[in-house]
């Protein structure tokens, strides 16, 4: 499945590593994905809310139905979150841009996830105009 399948597809997006920032790519990579109608779920345990929503502490807090799960993390983080993800039954594994790590695609894939590693959400959604 390609990038575009995978924005026309899924609405639910768990953010990893969401900003209260809006100059990091954290926050307006995200911001601009909710403006265009998907559902952002926060996840990062150092902030209360992102932008009004709710922020939950780790992935496994999370109690919404996630579609894709969108990475703002350093490549070593996230062995540990597509472990931590895998109950969740995502249907996507998204690394930002400069995100890449083999190991966790390899697992990923192993549980039957897409993965997709260093591109941008929004820099792929905007190819679809």
Same mark, same amino acid.
């Given at each position: 499945?390609?990038?575009?399948? $995978?924005?026309?597809?899924? /609405?639910?997006? &768990? +953010?990893?590593? %969401?900003?209260?920032?809006p100059d990091r790519p954290g926050y307006? !990579? ?24 709710k922020s939950y502490r780790d992935i ?8 894709? $799960?969108?990475?703002?993390? /350093?490549?070593? &983080? +996230?062995?540990? %979150?597509?472990?931590q993800s895998l109950n969740k039954k995502?249907? !996507? ?37």
């Amino acid at each position: 499945m390609d990038t575009s399948e $995978i924005l026309k597809k899924y /609405r639910n997006i &768990a +953010v990893i590593g %969401i900003s209260d920032k809006p100059d990091r790519p954290g926050y307006y !990579v995200p911001k601009y994905l909710r403006d265009h109608g998907y559902n952002i779920i926060p996840v990062n345990p150092n902030i209360e809310s992102w932008d009004g929503i709710k922020s939950y502490r780790d992935i496994s807090d999370v109690d919404e139905n996630i579609d894709v $799960i969108e990475i703002f993390r /350093r490549p070593e &983080a +996230v062995l540990d %979150i597509v472990r931590q993800s895998l109950n969740k039954k995502p249907k !996507v594994i998204w690394m930002q841009e400069g995100i890449i790590n083999e190991d966790a695609k390899k697992l990923a894939e192993e549980n039957n996830i897409t993965v997709v590693m260093d591109k941008c959400m929004m820099k792929e959604h905007m190819k679809l105009k």
